[in-house]
């Protein structure tokens, strides 16, 4: 992603950057449904930067301008790697074309239409006497706790998914699953759904092929948690307020 860093941090806008090759099409329709003063690009191969412009992840967008450009950036992302993915037909092969109306493409033979991908995950923050699971995952960054998260399979049920998974990582059944929220995930294309749970039985035991360590945590013993912008955050954040004693102890940021 390309961002602005002087003068002021921000996403750049389309005329700032004279070697880009605009979207069209569907692709135009989409990127100004949310902003219409603003639209996607694509760098010509080779070209260079304009000064004060600088290329970075799209994790770093969100560190360096914020929850709101990374939502923007994480869209873009998303949408800009379904078209490209979805040139041909996945049932005949043939060419796709652009949906008149929708935001979709459909095949010229077939008539398959495609919308795009996004695919529902739940996390869940448990908590048993005051305390929150918290487990490492093998692909975390070192040190890294979190509440368990999975994908949801087809035919399932959110609440289905939160059992499954818990059952699946760390052997406990859960019970009292309540909403929390949501935040699109565009690693590539989640929709992270929150919910907090309370233990019901079992005792912990993991699963090697997906988590490190998993145990309870009072909120002075917290190891390192995600930062502060990811849904996990905030579920963990959430736990915290409701359990926050007289004394007080440090939060990490
Ligand atoms: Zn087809």
């Known amino acids: 992603m390309i961002v602005r860093l002087n003068p ?4 750049p806008l389309l005329p700032e950057i004279p070697e880009a090759v605009p979207a069209e099409g569907l692709l135009l329709r989409l990127s100004q449904s949310r902003s219409p003063d603003r639209n996607w690009a694509n760098l010509r191969e080779g070209a260079s930067l304009p000064e004060g412009m600088e290329l970075v992840s799209l994790r770093e967008v969100w560190k360096l301008l914020g929850e709101e450009a990374f939502v923007e950036a994480g ?19 043939r060419r796709m074309a652009d949906h008149e109306t929708d935001g979709a493409r459909t095949c010229e033979s077939c008539g398959l239409t495609v919308y795009p991908t996004v695919s ?15 487990a490492r995952g093998l692909n975390f960054p070192k040190g890294r ?8 399979e087809p035919g399932e049920s959110l609440e289905e998914a939160v059992q499954r998974e818990i059952f699946e990582e760390v052997s406990l059944r859960v019970k009292d699953i309540r909403y929390f929220g949501s935040q699109p995930w565009p690693f590539p294309h989640s929709l992270m759904m929150g919910f907090t749970a309370v233990w019901d039985s079992g005792e912990i035991s993991i699963d090697p092929r997906e988590i490190g360590e998993a145990d309870w945590f009072a909120p002075k013993e917290f190891p390192e948690i995600p930062p502060s912008i990811s849904i996990s955050r905030k579920l963990i954040d959430d736990f915290i307020l409701r359990h926050r004693r007289k004394e007080s102890f440090p939060v990490r940021p």
Do not use: H
């Not at 706790?145 to 949801?152: D, H």
């Open 8 to 11: 002021v941090p921000c996403l």
């Open 75 to 93: 869209r873009a992302r998303q949408l800009m790697d379904w078209y490209g993915e979805t040139n041909f037909c996945g049932r005949c092969g």
């Open 120 to 134: 529902p995950a739940i996390i869940v923050a448990i908590e048993r006497d005051g305390k929150l699971l918290l």
């Open 145 to 152: 706790y979190s509440v368990l998260a999975g994908f949801v």
